[in-house]
Structure formats: structure tokens, C-alpha cells
């Protein structure tokens, strides 16, 4: 990955006379001395490939710096880190250290974290506009005060004071939409472990086992694959399970007859692949399984196709939506006009999220879905899932049994190209989709 190009990016994007703070992030307290397993900021993966707590990077314009003894021509990229101690690292692992840091990063300079306070006055007293995240806005409030309130002391010296605090969010995450060559390839590689995981799921899958134990060969497979960690909360959910969206229990076992709904993917280089998919428990699905799962299916590759530079981002979930709705009333679920249930968002009772998301280092990505309170097009190097489900819970009075206790999602990562789109999903490794294909696999290939 180029970091030092998209740091001299981003610095192009900045107004002249301008410093960008981003902060690391650190590390957490699980309970009592034990910490969660540390995961750096996205942003700050993003412009430096460094994963080190307590670390901040400082872009800064050349303007900022005329005047002082750090003055080079071009802009500058400052790392404030971790120094290095041998007593800490023996308990908890090695440090890249400030003196390697600039030659290992391709950095400016590079200081202690515990410098910070002493050095960021100095290059604030140059600047005029300061960018940091506003959602790291606690984070950064009180030291920025404090940084402010000592440059007031010397504003009877002639020292000038930064005139406006910015939210870096809506230059970097416009960044960070728009993917290079080597973060699709990332990603690519992200899919490909996702798949493995998925298929290692299918194979452990039986009647009598637990959803936990499809969760481990999930995330056994991702581990062995390369992946250091799963990109979000593995989703394992059984039977009436997978009517509940953002399941993660994962405690109940497998019964015979039920389908399950597996939301899982893999981080690979810090980018996320996120796949879902449903299938019978047994291997076979049942007549009524059967029927909403290639409902779920037609309307997500109405959606895929929807995928094209230049079409409105709206246009993918009009898709799938409209797709489901006329399959409801197909079969009886919903009752009346279509262009009415339509515009009632009928369906929203039984597909209640949106079709899709972002997909990068986030598993839910940054950047606008909206511009100036519009839809936005699909441009090329942009990333999205494609996600459409049907959530049927039991007890629901007005519709038929046979279809209750039935949740489906089927998702897919797809790329933005110039000419169409690409299906991250759908590489060397590649999911059984169709009912036939799934019910095929599940008899040859299960554990």
C-alpha cells in the first residue's frame, strides 16, 4: 500500500496553512487488567499501514512550517509513538521505536508520544485551520484546550492563534471511498478467506450441532487462511434465529428442518470481507424454504445488476425491494396493488434494512450516501454489499404458518468498475448460491 501517497493526497486536499491531527487509538480495558485485543482507527491505518496504539499522526502543510526550525519545502508527516522500552516489551511485545519509525513509515520526523503536548504548540502557533475527526471529538477536546489556552497566553507576543477547528471526516472518508488497485486486491483476498470460512461453516452444519460450533469452523477457517481477526461479530443464527438481524448468541442447536443464516467475514490487511448466507440445516430445503429463498435470490441479483457507474445508489435497493414485494403477493403474504405496497414500503415489515453498504477498512465503510441531500452515483473503485433478507418471525397472525420462523440473507461484496461491476464474492473459491447447487454440495461435502 502507498501510504505516503495518500497522505501527500489528502495534504492536497487541505487548505493552505492547514495541520491534520489523527489519533491511533488505545487500548481498552476488557475487565479488571485485562485489555480487548487492540484494533488501530481505520483513518489512521489508513495513512500510515501502522497498527501501534497511542500513536498520532500529523500531517501538516508547508505553510505551517515556514517560520520555524522544522521549515522544509514540501509537507510533512510527523509520527508521535511509543518509544522504545525494553522492561515494557518484554511484557508486552515489541515497539517500532521513534528512530525507526521515520525510514520504516516513510515519515518526516518522528517523536515520543510523550512529546505531544510540548511540540503541538509549536506547529499550531503557524497554523490556520486544524482538522481532526469529530468523531474522535472527546478524545481530542480537552488536549486541544489546553493547546489552545497556552498559545492565548502568548497572543500579546504577536503569536497567532488557529482560526477554525475542522472535521477531517469529510475530505478523508471521500478519500477513502474510492478504493486503488492494491486495496481491491486486499479486498479480493478479504472475499477468498470469507468464502473458505463460509464453506468450512456448511461442512461442520448437521442437525444436533450448535450454532457456536459452526461459529469455530467459521473462524478456524479464517484463522488458517491468514485472516488475524474476524471483521465483525460472527452472525450463526438457527431457525427462528435469523429473524433477529444482528444475532450473535450463536448458543442454540441445530434443529433438523431449519435453515441457517450465516453473517460472517474475514479482515485481511485490515480490510473487511462481509458475506452472508442461508442454507438447510439437513441439506434439503422444504417446499416453503424453498420458495422464499429464490425470492431473496432473484432480488439480489435485481439488485446486482443495478450496480453500474453512473445509477443512482437508491436505485440498488429500489430493486431488490420491488422484487420482493411482487413475490410476497405472489404468494399471499402480502395482499393488494403493487405500485401501492410499493409506496407503502409494505415490504418493510419483512425486509426491514437497506440493500446494502460500504465495504472497505470498515465493515460498514465510511463515505456519503448523499451529496447536498441527494443520492449519489455509483462511480468506479467504489465497494458495496448487496444484502437483501426476508424475516418472517412465528406468532404473526395474518401470515400463513408454513412461511413463519424463516430468515433469509443473502449477501455479496461488489465492486464498481468502469464498465459494470465486479463480484468481489465470486473468485477461485466461490459459495453454491441456487437451491440445487446448495442442496448438491451439502450432500457431497459435509463433515
Known sequence: MNFAQRRQDLLEKLPAGSVALIHSGEEQIRNRDVEYPFRADSDFIYLTGFTEPDSVLVLIRAEVLADTDYAKP??????????KDPEQETWQGKRLGVEAAPTHLELDQAWSIDDLDDIAPQFLTHADQVYFSFGQLADW?????DWLSELKTQVRKGVPLPTSLNDLDSILHEQRLFKSAQEIEAMREAAQIS?????AGMQATRPGAYEYQIQSAIEHAFRLGGSPRVAFNTIAAAGENACILHYTENQTQLQDGDLILLDAGAEWQG??????????VNGRFSDAQKQL???VLEAQKAAIKAVQPGRLYHLMHQASAEVITVGL?????????????????AFKRFFMHGTGHWLGLDVHDVGRYKIKGEWRCFEPGMVV??????????GLEDVDVRWQGIGIRIEDDVLVTETGHEILTQGALKLPRTVEEIEQWMQTNRI
Not at 477536546?141 to 484546550?145: E, F, I, L, V
Not at 468464502?195 to 464453506?199: K, N, V
Open 74 to 83: 514540501n509537507h510533512q508527516a510527523w509520527l508521535f509513538c511509543r518509544p
Open 271 to 280: 480490510y473487511a470481507g462481509d458475506i452472508s448466507h442461508t442454507y438447510p
Open 195 to 199: 468464502i473458505a470460512g463460509h464453506l
Open 329 to 345: 403477493i405472489e404468494l399471499g403474504i402480502l395482499q393488494g396493488e403493487l405500485d401501492d405496497l410499493l409506496e407503502k414500503e
Open 385 to 394: 454489499t448487496v444484502e437483501p433478507g426476508l424475516y418472517i418471525p412465528k
Open 141 to 145: 477536546s480537552g488536549r486541544m484546550a
Open 293 to 295: 429463498y429464490n425470492l
